[in-house]
């Protein structure tokens, strides 16, 4: 069988590499059973189509990340909350865990085949320090989505944009900082543009991608090639996680290279952070629960497999 | 277009396939954020024509330049150019100019080949002059900084300008009647029609001023243009009710036309994709046993075959991480490549059968001079291809042109 | 057929003021958004309702654009037809381009309502997106209409090509 799978991370991405070698792995495992033509960079769908376009076989295979489609994965969505992660392995893991232990209904449209979860999403900013939570009061941060959330719980103002947009504003001063990985830094060029990396792990959010693949393709497979599908899954996973760890490594020593510094919380000032974004946390399980589903029950668990996997 | 496009999806893959991909390809062409620059570049040259700006602003220019045979089609890239420093597309710079500059070349008798092909490509000038959308997804497929990219596109884009200068004048003594020449001004004369750039001057301070200070980003730069002409012509008194409801409209109709080809070109990009022709001819360049020129040369070509297909942003997309290893084993340089990258494809886009730029020109000619078909606006670009090639090998025989400015950086 | 083309100009000239303002009102979005920023309160989410406010903006003056017939076509061998090769021509670019716009529409409105029913909405405001696709289907529709308006005209014979 040939299955087409599309990826919206740019073909020189760590992250789409991975995923190619993961097709090559299936093809070479599956014994030549499985081909996979693999599309990067949002050639067959983009970033926020990707789900669709497996659910409307578009492309058999789709790789995106679950936050373009808010409100869709209201289980899912308890992983990208700010719970203080400090791993790119660790977030993987918790994401993966989440899908296993709920199943949830809202993925049901499609064969899932992993997730995987970048690195602690922290705070980066131009010309003003951090230290302390009111130095943030005011500041205007480039925040979308889950991190713009986060940003205005601890007193920012979040500013949509883009990331190239974003490297612009902040290069001219239009914002004062940002919420992102530390591997951004180098993928996006932002250590050009930022000066102080503040350390606010105790309230760092992730984002969760998925790997799905449309269902009728997957029930044609043979049970063969169901079972190298899931190993090949299984191992990629984990290979994900410790890539994007990686990366978040380069984009530190590239942050150091070109002179930033990093700004260290202490213990009770980041009991602080974590307490400013705890409405956030609050505010999904009131929304999460008005879908009728039990979202104190996800919180809980997403926290406790957090902590069991850092 | 956008019917071959999704008959041939649905052929490769499903038609079921190819009916979700329709809906979801067009609306989020309409949807895109980058793409709704493009109605207000084109309602803000909508307006500076209502409010008589783009008059004023030829008027100065045929005071100066008008006695030189194509003087005004010179003066149109020259304001290209500048104009490129604001804005980030080539189809919106060559939007916003036809819209200014084709009535005031007619006025002027000007060759509709002339007139219109001088806009078409001058529109490249926009994407070539910083900011600009393909360095943009360049520098973040191939990791270098957007910073020394953008900055590298500047000589370029001079030189560009200046070997655009040369083709003018070429075409004009090949055929004296494609520019006339005007009256020649004496000084005095010249100085005081200075005072008709004063409301142009304003805007640009404004926008130019604005976006270096940091007061907003490129993309935003549209909206406060278009605020800044409006403001500068209602305290003029330049613009009445009925104009800016006019060109309100005449926006509309142009811009719905423009996204319509660009969502076109998208689907149809789509099912390129599928049939994996960009992928396999990169694959093969890559394998070719030949010298460094000449697999350059090859690459080059390609770009220039792909482009009169595809639209530039897709095929930078789908090629860059396939020829990029093989540029850098070759000893070139990423950043001149990238610059290079993109003065190739903004030759596609005045090509057939897929020049967005010729269709945009070709749409907002419609209403203001219609009399201009396509095939004049395709004969028009003929010597601007020939200056676009002549400046990629001065890029060649010179690569500091490109690599002094951002060396400047570090 | 009069009642057709008479109720049709009606709604093409409200989505055309409708689109106008769209636009008109993107423009004020981002400069509100400066300027709020210049002073500290930035406008969240200005990019997304000016994507939502663009794509309102050309779906409402699909109809418009038809009517000011500012579709390309074929137009460069047309001028080379005699008046029946042309009617003929006329006809089938038009039926061809009823069919393609008609199933648009559909998938449009299926694709508007798929969306509604995954309870997505848009990421940074949360805004119900799918409204801004129903608009983009029904812009689509009534454009279907126009089409299907001139090809009823070229058979009557009230309007040479
Ligand atoms: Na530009
Ligand atoms: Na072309």
């Not at chain 3, 038009?94 to 393609?100: E, K, N, P, V």
């Amino acid at each position: 069988t040939m299955l087409t799978y599309s990826n919206f991370f740019p073909p020189t991405h760590i992250q789409s590499k991975l995923a190619h070698e993961w097709a090559k792995e299936v093809e070479k495992r599956s014994g030549g059973e499985v081909m996979v033509q693999y599309f990067p960079g949002g050639t067959l769908t983009k970033a926020r189509q990707a789900y669709d376009g497996v659910v409307q076989g578009i492309s058999d295979i789709g790789m995106s990340a679950l936050a373009y489609s808010r409100g869709r994965f209201p289980v899912m969505a308890a992983v990208d909350l700010p719970l203080g992660y400090t791993s790119g392995v660790g977030a993987t893991s918790v994401a993966n865990e989440v899908y296993r232990h709920f199943k949830p209904e809202e993925l049901s449209d499609v064969k899932v085949l992993y997730f995987h979860a970048h690195g602690p999403g922290i705070l980066f900013t131009k010309g003003k320090k951090v230290e302390k939570l009111e130095d943030l009061q005011g500041l205007k941060v480039r925040a979308t989505g889950n991190s713009a959330k986060l940003a205005a719980a601890l007193g920012a103002t979040p500013v949509a944009q883009s990331m190239p947009d974003a490297y612009q504003s902040l290069r001219k001063g239009v914002v004062d900082g940002g919420f992102y990985p530390m591997e951004t830094n180098k993928g996006w060029k932002m250590a050009e543009v930022v000066d102080y990396c503040t350390e606010s792990y105790p309230a760092a959010y992730t984002t969760t991608f998925f790997v799905v693949m449309n269902k009728a393709k997957w029930d044609a497979l043979s049970d063969n090639a169901k079972k190298v599908l899931e190993e090949v899954s299984a191992e990629w996973s984990v290979k994900h996680g410790e890539a994007w760890d990686s990366s978040d490594e380069e984009g530190r020593e590239y942050f150091v290279e070109k002179g930033g510094s990093f700004i260290p919380l202490s213990k009770a000032e980041g009991k602080r952070w974590q307490d400013a974004a705890r409405p956030v946390i609050d505010q999904y399980i009131e929304e999460t629960t008005a879908k009728g589903l039990d979202g104190k029950a996800i919180v809980d668990f997403t926290e406790r497999s957090l902590k069991s996997a850092q | 277009m956008m019917l071959t496009g999704a008959v041939g999806f649905g052929l490769l893959i499903s038609p079921q396939a190819a009916l979700s991909l329709l809906p979801r390809e067009i609306y989020s062409t309409f949807a895109n954020y980058d793409l709704s620059t493009i109605p207000l570049f084109i309602l803000m040259g909508q307006v500076a024509f209502h409010a008589g700006i783009s008059k004023r602003l030829y008027e100065t220019a045929y005071h100066f330049l008008g006695h030189i045979r194509g003087g005004l089609a010179m003066a149109t890239v020259s304001a290209c150019t500048a104009f490129g420093a604001v804005c980030g597309s080539s189809p919106a710079t060559a939007a916003t100019m036809s819209s200014v500059g084709i009535p005031e070349m007619k006025r002027y008798g000007y060759a509709d080949s002339l007139a219109a092909g001088a806009v078409a490509s001058g529109g490249g000038l926009g994407m070539i002059m910083p900011p600009s959308v393909v360095l943009i997804v360049y520098g973040v497929l191939t990791g270098q900084s957007i910073g020394k990219l953008f900055v590298a596109g500047i000589i370029p884009a001079v030189i560009l300008t200046a070997l655009f200068i040369v083709a003018i004048a070429g075409v004009c003594m090949r055929n004296p009647d494609a520019g006339p020449c005007g009256e020649r001004y004496d000084w005095p004369a010249r100085l005081r029609s200075l005072g008709g750039l004063s409301d142009t001057i304003i805007v640009f301070a404004l926008v130019i001023g604005g976006m270096f200070k940091g007061l907003f980003t490129p993309t935003e730069a549209a909206s406060i243009g278009v605020a800044g002409v409006l403001g500068v012509s209602v305290i003029r008194r330049r613009i009445s009710w009925s104009g800016f409801v006019q060109s309100l409209q005449e926006t509309l109709r142009t811009s719905c036309m423009v996204m319509m080809l660009i969502a076109g070109a998208v689907v149809f990009g789509k099912f390129l994709a599928v049939t994996r022709i960009p992928f396999d001819m990169a694959g093969q360049v890559a394998g070719l046993d030949l010298p460094g020129w000449a697999v350059m040369t090859a690459i080059l070509g390609i770009y220039f075959l792909g482009g009169c297909f595809m639209d530039s942003l897709a095929l930078v997309m789908l090629t860059v991480p396939v020829f990029f290893p093989v540029v850098l084993g070759l000893g070139y340089d990423p950043i001149w490549f990238g610059v290079v990258i993109v003065l190739v494809t903004e030759m596609g886009v005045i090509t057939p059968p897929v020049g967005i730029n010729v269709y945009v020109v070709y749409g907002m000619t419609r209403k203001i001079a219609p009399t201009i078909a396509l095939e004049s606006i395709f004969k028009g670009i003929l010597p601007f291809l020939l200056a676009i090639i002549l400046g990629i090998a001065v890029l060649f025989v010179l690569p500091q042109a490109v690599l002094w400015l951002p060396g400047l950086m570090d | 057929m009069n009642a057709l083309t008479s109720t049709l100009s009606v709604i093409e000239r409200a989505m055309r003021a409708l689109a106008a303002c769209c636009l008109a009102c993107m423009a004020l979005i981002t400069v509100i958004d400066v300027t709020g920023r210049a002073f500290g309160h930035p406008l969240f989410g200005s990019e997304e309702i000016t994507a939502f406010l663009a794509a309102l903006a050309v779906a409402m003056s699909l109809p418009y654009a038809h009517s000011q017939r500012s579709h390309i076509a074929v137009e460069l061998f047309y001028v080379r037809l005699g008046r029946t090769a042309r009617t003929a021509a006329s006809l089938l670019t038009g039926t061809l381009s009823l069919a393609a716009f008609g199933v648009l529409s559909w998938r449009m409105a299926r694709f508007a309502l798929t969306t509604r029913e995954s309870g997505e909405v848009s990421m940074n405001l949360g805004l119900p997106e799918w409204m801004v696709m129903g608009a983009v289907a029904l812009g689509c529709a009534v454009f279907t209409l126009m089409i299907l308006r001139d090809i009823l005209r070229l058979v009557t014979g009230v309007e040479q090509a």
